[in-house]
């Protein structure tokens, strides 16, 4: 029963992350967008702009029209990633996601950005990839500890935090998944003090609930 509560966590965590990814960034400003790009660059910082006003089919489109310029241009590929990962109605489309933020990496696209989107790509295809979604966010958290998404400022270190818990979690790792969670939001959960397995005035029962109780109501919290 417990694995089962686990799963379901675990989508509830993903659907609300990618939640997060799609907010608008509150800025009505009109992105800047060249109205006839005609090299790579242009064709990204077009694709940029529809990204930002959440035009995630057109975003993929421009970063093609970059790559397809120029094969080798990593901006367009890590931005091809996240285009996808916001896409994705399966893990077929997740893992897509995954092969291109790989290759934005292989061609030299190191920034936090490409990192964290990987981490949100490799928690939704689970699996193997929990393990090295836990080590990506990680490593964005640790070289910029107040690290925020230019272009979708909604996703910052709250996500990954997220990340790191709810990849913790579908092992049943709960206490590091509660150490990930209580850097957002102290729960007072105590393991071995069942007084403390409250969230939201409801007491549970035992750890594991309370544990998965507070990562759905942060989840929820930070849903946008």
């Given at each position: 029963?417990i ?9 509830i965590?993903l ?6 990814f799609?907010c ?5 400003d009109?992105?800047v ?6 090299t790579?660059?242009e ?12 035009n995630?089919?057109?975003?993929l489109?421009?970063?093609?029209s ?21 896409l994705?109605?399966s893990?077929?489309?997740?893992n ?34 929990l ?18 998404f230019?272009?979708q400022?909604?996703?910052d270190t709250?996500?990954?935090?997220l990340?790191r818990?709810f ?5 049943g790792?709960f206490q590091?998944a ?6 957002i ?5 105590d393991?071995n003090?069942?007084?403390t397995?409250?969230?939201?005035g ?5 750890f ?10 942060l ?6």
């Amino acid at each position: 029963m417990i694995s089962r509560n686990v799963r379901q966590i675990m989508m509830i965590g993903l659907l609300s992350l990618v939640g997060l990814f799609g907010c608008s960034s509150g800025d009505d400003d009109t992105p800047v967008i060249p109205d006839t790009p005609d090299t790579a660059a242009e064709f990204s910082a077009r694709a940029w702009g529809f990204f930002e006003s959440e035009n995630y089919n057109d975003a993929l489109d421009d970063f093609g029209s970059a790559l397809a310029l120029d094969s080798g241009y990593g901006e367009a590929m890590a931005g091809r990633g996240w285009s996808q990962l916001l896409l994705a109605t399966s893990v077929f489309g997740v893992n897509s996601s995954i092969v291109n933020f790989d290759l934005a990496q292989a061609a030299g696209e190191n920034e936090n950005y490409v990192m964290a989107g990987l981490a949100a790509a490799q928690l939704g295809s689970g699996g193997d990839y929990l393990a090295s979604a836990i080590t990506n966010a990680g490593l964005v958290l640790s070289a910029d500890p107040a690290f925020v998404f230019e272009h979708q400022i909604s996703f910052d270190t709250k996500d990954l935090r997220l990340i790191r818990a709810f990849a913790h979690a579908v092992p049943g790792n709960f206490q590091l998944a509660l150490d990930q969670a209580d850097v957002i939001d102290d729960s007072g959960i105590d393991e071995n003090v069942p007084s403390t397995w409250v969230v939201g005035g409801t007491t549970y029962t035992n750890f594991v609930a309370a544990v998965l109780a507070h990562l759905h109501q942060l989840s929820e919290q930070y849903s946008g």
